[in-house]
């Protein structure tokens, strides 16, 4: 991104809204002009979360990666780039990768650029309430976009205020994935305050911050803080709910349910890539991401799938053909992309619970998701046995969403159930041109 990041201000505000707001920009804007006045400001906000959702980042490409990596979804088609992450054979060329970074510094750098410039609008319009707003919204979608990298890549370069000139960033050095992870919750805790006490499950509020705590918190650890923050939106039943049957969060055209804690709205004018790749030719898509076989087999296993059979389907003879229907909508396109769902707070606890000898609350909790998609209680008695439990049912629970590979290697699992015994293939490559274009930046070992 350092080659091309110091272009971005310029227009990056308008140009990165284009499809949420269907404008055509026909020249550049000066960012002096860029974000002047309230209204100006609110679409800057929309240009972030549309960076967030943008085709290379939450609506294709990053979920893809990690698909891809986890096994359980396999890629059909001729392209090398996603075959090669499929195969586990993944260099430091890989565009899928590539695209993904440059997406997810995009959505930073939209980020860090209404952080510096919302609070010197002087506008009378503009409240201190929404600029609050405005400013948490933008600490937090920075907060998650540097939690990608750090479970994608490791520790990165930490590049926290715009470019406005091709130097502005030299000499930066990756951070250590410790101070990279500071860095998210550093954001988390900033973003907290100023964003409203509200439900809304496609823009970020207070609740929002506290779920991707719970998950901050799982990934590093501190099984107390994880259980604490999980349990704030698994209490708040007024807002918040496992809904019967599995597939109320999604099927008919489902959106913004009480299952959702924060989803990424989309329509015809600003497109999820994922049903294209997803849907069989004759549902109009690619089915270039197909299940595996082993996974179809889980799904439609009643003991194990259980209502989470729904969100694969199978074409008529004579290709009979399986495929995800997670993302199915007509016209194609328009589905949410999901980036955290109430059953992953309950999972989060459940394993937070486990980890502090809460046995028979972690029991609790992962019943419940089994209960919701219409399975059995868990046999499971001894912690060991629960903690495998509880992989064994995010598998069957988020097989479509960005969870599997980021999850098995924050548990140290990859070799035991993938295979992968060099661990630093647990890490994706930092891309090629990156490293071309910015000798400040080192690759991950073993690329």
């Not at 002096?32 to 679409?43: H, M, P, V």
């Not at 503009?126 to 600029?131: G, P, S, Y």
Request: aromatic share 12%; glycine share 6%; with cysteine.
């Amino acid at each position: 991104m350092k080659r091309l990041i110091y272009i971005l201000p310029f227009f990056l505000i308008f140009s990165s809204c284009k499809k949420f707001l269907d404008v055509q920009p026909e020249q550049q804007v000066d960012e002096a002009q860029a974000i002047t006045d309230a209204g100006s400001a609110g679409t800057a906000v929309n240009g972030m979360y549309n960076s967030l959702g943008a085709d290379n980042y939450y609506g294709s490409n990053f979920p893809a990666i990690s698909y891809l990596y986890g096994s359980d979804v396999v890629w059909t088609g001729s392209q090398a780039a996603p075959q090669e992450i499929s195969a586990h054979k993944t260099t430091a060329f890989n565009s899928y990768i590539g695209s993904a970074w440059g997406a997810i510094y995009k959505t930073i750098l939209s980020a860090n650029y209404i952080l510096e410039a919302v609070p010197k609008v002087t506008d009378p319009l503009f409240t201190t309430a929404t600029k609050n707003q405005y400013l948490g919204e933008a600490y937090a979608v920075r907060a998650l976009s540097y939690f990608d990298l750090a479970r994608g890549w490791g520790g990165v370069q930490l590049i926290l205020t715009p470019t406005h000139t091709p130097t502005d960033h030299a000499g930066i050095k990756r951070s250590s994935l410790a101070d990279t992870y500071a860095q998210v919750l550093k954001d988390l805790n900033a973003a907290e305050p100023l964003l409203p006490a509200t439900t809304n499950r496609n823009r970020f509020t207070q609740k929002t911050v506290w779920a991707l705590k719970a998950r901050y918190y799982l990934y590093n650890k501190q099984w107390d803080l994880a259980e604490q923050y999980a349990t704030r939106i698994i209490s708040d039943n007024a807002n918040y709910n496992l809904l019967k049957p599995y597939s109320a969060f999604f099927a008919n055209n489902a959106v913004a349910t009480a299952e959702s804690v924060f989803e990424i709205a989309y329509s015809t004018s600003f497109k999820n890539g994922h049903s294209v790749w997803f849907l069989p030719p004759v549902l109009g898509g690619r089915r270039e991401w197909a299940p595996s076989s082993t996974l179809v087999t889980l799904l439609n296993d009643p003991t194990v799938g259980g209502g989470r059979s729904a969100l694969i389907g199978q074409t008529a003879p004579p290709g009979n053909l399986w495929y995800g229907k997670l993302y199915y909508r007509t016209p194609l396109g328009i589905d949410p992309a999901y980036i955290i769902r109430v059953a992953e707070l309950y999972l989060i606890r459940s394993e937070a619970r486990a980890q502090q000898n809460n046995l028979s609350g972690a029991l609790a909790d992962l019943n419940a998701v089994r209960d919701r998609a219409g399975i059995a209680p868990s046999t499971a008695v001894l912690q060991g046995d629960i903690l495998l439990a509880i992989e064994a049912e995010r598998r069957v629970e988020f097989p479509f969403e960005t969870d599997r590979w980021f999850n098995l290697v924050r548990t140290n699992r990859v070799a035991a159930v993938l295979g992968i015994t060099d661990p630093n293939k647990y890490l994706f490559p930092i891309p090629a041109s990156e490293l071309l274009a910015d000798p400040d930046l080192t690759p991950n070992p073993g690329y």
